[in-house]
């Protein structure tokens, strides 16, 4: 196993937040339909940008972006969808850069999305221009677009196929794609899997995803998920393999905790069936202590399954003391500007006075991140007389800031709640060994911070899932999904730590 080293590298990964999903169709009929609605069964998994591509009947590449930080993904393309005919196309839901792009190169004209994190960004775009004497474009915030950078790395190469393969072996991070050339599409999972791909047939038609729940009202069956940095070819008459899977899967774990939709399968494994086995453990463990509960509340959205499987393993009631308003609040991310972000979370949760009034209440929530808000919401309970809260997190302590994917956008480590609490215990950066003990269950340094953290929080108790039940939980075998926030763990290599007191850095 190897572990993280601890380093001033640790500040900026957590820096930026880069999520997202992408739907790819190759049809014998006109794919707009599907496209459209395919993409947008991707929107809670971005919050900033939304695109649509096709290969129109001429052979050119017809393509829509729009913003969509403040307004749903279909009412800003539901204009567009006139303009837009043709078999093949790809659609994103971006929550950083403008996607699809459209590049023009010796290989010819081809469209591309991605999903993924660039850690070494800088070196690739330093590289093209000195070497390959290439330009980029820039953002508006100052950064290079990451997907024009993984074009950029493809168009190195004598083939689309050489370059995607090429481009996957080259990122330190992540990445997926789809690239459409012509009426074909070539879809690309990461190198270690860290994001789900899933291909959908149905009669003339395929469909290539990041969430299986775009399938079934578009009347796609599972054909099968693609492995860990394989490359396909869809076309309309079949799907050819490109490049086969590697051996090691890395996927990340919060797919089943908070990332993804309740009724879309990873691996295998159904998000919502994983969140009940998961809050079952939580109460499981509870069951010794007898606690003397009125009631088992989730934090909407991502809470409530954790919670539901709480209340059936434990027979105690399941109420809702907190409702989400989801006419105006219908996703489950928050704005990267973290003032906004708390006044979100207080404006999109009411609180329901009879169910809070007098009760002592549990909650379930998908994880503690910063602690802000969960900080707010106990004392708006308490202010409104609950007599007692508790809170389970359906995730271990976040020590380490993602390095492959990323979910909070905060400018250094000592955002995350745990590790700023364990710096606070340690007086200052504890070692490796300090930081394994924090990390793992049950030592007295890890019951330490979770009573320090529960101090902050002003709850009346509070615990975290082990990393052995959420493994239990999603039901694969540990070392085929990423705990690397929770434990600093990556098999992969891929990131400057430390195994058995020697570093290693790719």
Not at 119 to 137: W, Y
Not at 156 to 183: P, R
Not at 461 to 484: D, H, M, N, R, W
Request: charge should be neutral; hydrophobic fraction near 35%; proline fraction near 4%.
């Amino acid at each position: 196993m190897i572990y993280y080293r601890i380093s001033e590298r640790l500040n900026h990964y957590i820096e930026d937040a880069i999520m997202g999903g992408f739907f790819g169709v190759v049809s014998e009929t006109d794919c707009v339909g599907d496209l459209f609605y395919g993409t947008d069964y991707h929107s809670h998994l971005g919050t900033r940008r939304g695109g649509l591509a096709v290969t129109n009947s001429h052979g050119s590449i017809i393509r829509f972006i729009h913003d969509i930080t403040n307004s749903q993904f279909r009412s800003k393309f539901d204009a567009d969808l006139c303009h837009l005919s043709g078999n093949c196309g790809i659609g994103v839901i971006s929550d950083l850069e403008d996607q699809p792009l459209i590049i023009g190169s010796h290989l010819g004209v081809y469209s591309i999305v991605t999903v993924g994190k660039l850690n070494n960004i800088e070196e690739l775009t330093n590289r093209g221009i000195e070497v390959h004497h290439i330009h980029f474009s820039e953002l508006s915030s100052g950064e290079y677009n990451p997907t024009e950078v993984v074009a950029s790395l493809i168009n190195t190469c004598s083939t689309i196929e050489e370059g995607i393969a090429h481009a996957m072996e080259t990122i330190k991070g992540s990445c997926s794609m789809l690239v459409m050339a012509g009426n074909s599409i070539y879809a690309a999972r990461d190198r270690f899997g860290r994001t789900p791909l899933i291909i959908g047939k149905r009669h003339g038609a395929y469909a290539a995803a990041m969430e299986s729940t775009a399938l079934p009202n578009l009347d796609f069956e599972l054909e099968r998920e693609l492995g860990p940095g394989e490359i396909v070819k869809i076309t309309r008459d079949g799907i050819l393999q490109v490049r086969k899977p590697g051996d090691m899967l890395q996927i990340c774990s919060f797919f089943w905790v908070y990332f993804g939709y309740p009724s879309s399968n990873y691996e295998g494994r159904n998000t919502e069936t994983v969140r009940y086995a998961n809050g079952s453990f939580l109460a499981e463990a509870d069951k010794a202590d007898n606690l003397d509960i009125d009631s088992v509340c989730g934090i909407p959205d991502s809470g409530v399954a954790h919670a539901i499987g709480y209340s059936n393993a434990s027979g105690r009631k399941y109420r809702r003391a907190l409702v989400k308003y989801t006419p105006t609040w219908p996703r489950s991310f928050m704005p990267q500007n973290q003032a906004m972000r708390n006044l979100v979370a207080r404006m999109k949760l009411l609180p329901v006075d009879e169910q809070i009034a007098g009760r002592k209440l549990l909650f379930c929530d998908d994880s503690i991140v910063r602690g802000t808000q969960f900080k707010d919401i106990a004392r708006r309970l308490f202010e409104r007389g609950a007599k007692e809260v508790h809170m389970r997190s359906a995730s271990p302590p976040l020590a380490f800031p993602c390095y492959f994917l990323n979910f909070s956008r905060s400018k250094s480590v000592l955002d995350l709640i745990a590790r700023r609490i364990i710096n606070t215990l340690e007086g200052g950066e504890p070692d490796a060994d300090a930081l394994k003990e924090y990390t793992t269950a049950g030592t007295d340094r890890y019951n330490r911070m979770v009573e320090e953290i529960r101090k902050s929080l002003g709850l009346t108790s509070l615990k975290y899932q082990s990393i052995e039940s959420l493994v239990k939980a999603i039901g694969l075998p540990k070392e085929k999904i990423c705990t690397f926030c929770f434990d600093g763990c990556d098999p992969t290599g891929c990131v400057g730590c430390c195994c058995h007191g020697n570093p290693k850095v790719n």
